[in-house]
């Protein structure tokens, strides 16, 4: 069975690619563009994975900005459905929240 990620990257390389509102307000929040956020899929590492996740499967992972800094992208495909990939929200991480790799959350 293929993962959430592998599903997410082959649907953004067909350019099956829904971005939600929310997503666009947090993409213009912290000052990223959608594309260089599609365009990042294909180098994303897995942090978290919500198969189960109620609204669809979904992952949280780990991308580049077009500096090469860190972003944490939610991507989800909507439950039931086999397309397309929607990219649920985007944002810069909080050093204060996660470890130096931006992979772990920091214990309270």
């Not at 307000?25 to 899929?41: H, K, M």
């Not at 669809?56 to 500096?67: F, T, W």
């Not at 929200?89 to 909080?94: K, L, N, S, W």
Request: some cysteine; hydrophobic content about 35%.
């Amino acid at each position: 069975m293929m993962s959430t990620l592998k599903k997410i990257i082959a649907l953004c390389k067909k350019q099956d690619i829904r971005i939600s509102e929310h997503g666009y307000d947090e993409l213009a929040n912290d000052n990223l563009t959608a594309r260089e956020v599609v365009s990042g899929v294909l180098d994303a590492i897995l942090i978290e994975d919500y198969p189960e996740h109620k609204k669809g499967a979904s992952v949280l992972v780990l991308q580049k900005d077009k500096e090469g800094k860190p972003i944490h992208v939610v991507w989800g495909i909507p439950r039931g459905y086999e397309k397309p990939a929607v990219l649920i929200t985007a944002y810069r991480p909080d050093p204060e929240l996660w470890d130096n790799s931006f992979m772990e959350r920091k214990s309270k």
